[in-house]
């Protein structure tokens, strides 16, 4: 008996000797059409943690840029990973969940740290100041 993972790793041929590759075009469907539906569907029913005094959510995550952008990046593993059956999700919670979880909840780092479980979206920090380098910086043809 196969299920999802064994069958997406399963290479064919016309002799069933296994002995070509399989086509390099021949990517599996991601299980989730888009990093909501991850979210929605997976990431939140799975992600079960008690989020108070040092971390914070706001339930409207895709108000925030940086959120979505590690959100878009955890699924992205997520859906590689998950067609590993020997190490693929251990990988991707030490390499993946971990660190940009960490980031995410961090009520003095987090992108959502004005926000709260219960107060909601509260607002956006701004954006990061910065200041054109001067010309010539970053090559010759550059301009300020």
């Known amino acids: 008996m196969t299920d999802e993972w064994d ?43 008690r989020l108070t005094g040092d971390h914070c959510w706001c339930p409207q995550w895709w108000q925030h840029p940086e959120v979505i952008s590690r959100l878009d990046a955890l699924w992205r593993s997520w859906e590689a990973l998950r067609l590993d059956p020997t190490t693929g999700m251990s990988v991707w919670w030490r390499d993946h969940f971990g660190p940009h979880w960490a980031e995410l909840v961090d009520r003095d780092r987090s992108p959502m740290s004005r926000c709260g479980t219960e107060a ?13 380098a001067p010309a010539g910086t970053w090559g010759p043809d550059t301009e300020a």
């Not at 290479?11 to 599996?28: M, R």
């Open 120 to 132: 909601g979206h509260v607002g956006e920090h701004p954006e990061l100041v910065v200041e054109r």
């Open 7 to 49: 069958e997406a790793l399963i290479e064919t041929d016309d002799d069933g000797g296994g002995g070509e590759e399989a086509d390099s075009g021949d990517q599996p469907e991601p299980k989730y059409p888009n990093v909501e539906e991850w979210v929605i569907g997976w990431f939140a029913p799975i992600i079960r943690r």
